[in-house]
């Protein structure tokens, strides 16, 4: 009888395991596309639309059903099997509360290549334009406006234009007496985002527009606004 217990608690301890991995495959999953992408394996686009949000999707809704029967396997005795239990619940809950929280964000319907003055957007430098491989090479047709974005009416510094660009995360490639341009690179998958500010009497515009093409909702309008906000006076 005794012996027969110790195999079911090893049996159950086993289950557990495999249950803890179920519900750490998708963050997993998720880890293996960014690197993948920063390798060169796959495009950021694969990696972000189909490893991440539908893979990783199934994924981390299995580990959630996966984290729930670990608790009840658990339940029976919590002192020995609790931390199988309360691992994959936290990793399972946390992992599905952020796919909601971004799926959220993805569904904004949004533009990749944004500006303040849709009728004659900024233009990017040669550099700039070159690296991104040629005019809108990897945008939308066409720059447009978004919502809470606007021109800021007057002529800023050419080094005030630069301080924005850099307090929103955008390395400063270059500013000139009418202008400054900028380029921001992700973290996750590298999206890379280029800024353009066009610097006139009474009048400074942004554009923001990203490289690959790679729809991650508003992302664009938000940082084209966190650009405007520090040209304010």
Known sequence: MA????????KAEI??????????????????AVFGTRFGLWSAGFALDV????????LAFAGLAAALVAVIIALKDVRRRGLYAA???AVAGATVALFLIQERRFAVPADNDITTDAAEAPVFSRAVTAMRGGPGAGTDSGSVACPGLASVPRQVAPETAAAALSAAGFTVRGAAPF????????????LTYD?????????TDVRVAQREGVKVGDEACRL????TSGLQP
Not at 179 to 190: C, I, L, T, Y
Not at 224 to 227: F, K, V
Request: proline share 3%; net charge positive.
């Open 15 to 32: 289950r557990l395991r495999w249950l803890t991995l179920a519900a750490c495959l998708a963050p997993l999953l998720v880890l293996a």
């Open 179 to 190: 202008r400054a341009d900028g380029a921001k690179e992700g973290f996750w998958f590298g």
């Open 224 to 227: 084209a606004r966190a650009i």
């Open 87 to 89: 691992v994959s619940l």
């Open 195 to 203: 800024a353009a500010i066009r610097i006139r009497p009474g009048q």
């Open 51 to 58: 490893l991440t949000l539908e893979l990783g999707r199934i």
């Open 3 to 10: 012996e027969q217990t110790r195999t079911e608690a090893r």
